[in-house]
């Protein structure tokens, strides 16, 4: 689908997400909000709760989507949210194919709009002063907490290099078998990431 335009409701449903995100920055949490709808009718909201309830998983679509209860079809939906949708929200919002997606702001964090508009997925991008203000507030504040709710990412850890087991210090033997082995690890789980190469 693509990239789409707002309109007036549009506008009224991001206000409402982003009420929802102050709610959790105020809380202390992460200030993301959600709202899924249809048409002008508010289906469900929420807000990333990870700090409140100690949920890894509790980002602010998840928490709409948990709110909202079980649905046969999410096929006339939109969700609003006032941050773009990281890997696993992105992957909620296809797994249950919500045709729509309000994004408040890309600027604090990108997520990765394009991968869902390459799925057919329309994208409406608002660019709303107040979702960047609440999230740079947060970031500013939190910054610890804002790396743990997007698995570790920033400041990226720097990360202590290791030896190979394949290869001793002295470079006089190899191992084979271990090769064999390693390159075999290394290829299955290669098949299982998205893009790897087995």
């Not at 608002?126 to 500013?140: P, R, S, Y």
Request: proline share 6%; glycine share 10%; charged share 20%.
């Amino acid at each position: 689908m693509g990239y789409g335009q707002a309109d007036q409701t549009d506008r009224e449903m991001m206000a409402l997400a982003r009420a929802q995100a102050r709610i959790s920055l105020d809380s202390g949490g992460v200030p993301v909000g959600a709202v899924l709808a249809v048409g002008g009718e508010v289906i469900a909201a929420g807000h990333n709760e990870r700090v409140q309830r100690g949920d890894p998983v509790a980002h602010g679509e998840i928490s709409c989507l948990r709110n909202a209860g079980r649905r046969p079809s999410y096929l006339e939906t939109t969700l609003y949210t006032t941050l773009s949708p990281c890997q696993m929200c992105t992957g909620a919002i296809l797994l249950f194919q919500i045709p729509r997606v309000v994004v408040g702001e890309a600027q604090t964090y990108p997520g990765d709009l394009p991968f869902l508009a390459d799925r057919g997925v329309e994208i409406v991008l608002l660019d709303d002063e107040g979702c960047m203000a609440a999230m740079q507030e947060f970031q500013t504040r939190y910054p610890q907490i804002w790396s743990e709710d997007i698995g570790g990412r920033y400041p990226r850890p720097r990360l202590a290099r290791a030896r190979s087991p394949l290869i001793h210090a002295d470079h006089s033997s190899i191992d084979h078998s271990s090769i064999v082995s390693h390159i075999s690890t290394v290829s299955t789980v290669a098949a299982l990431v998205p893009g790897g190469r087995a």
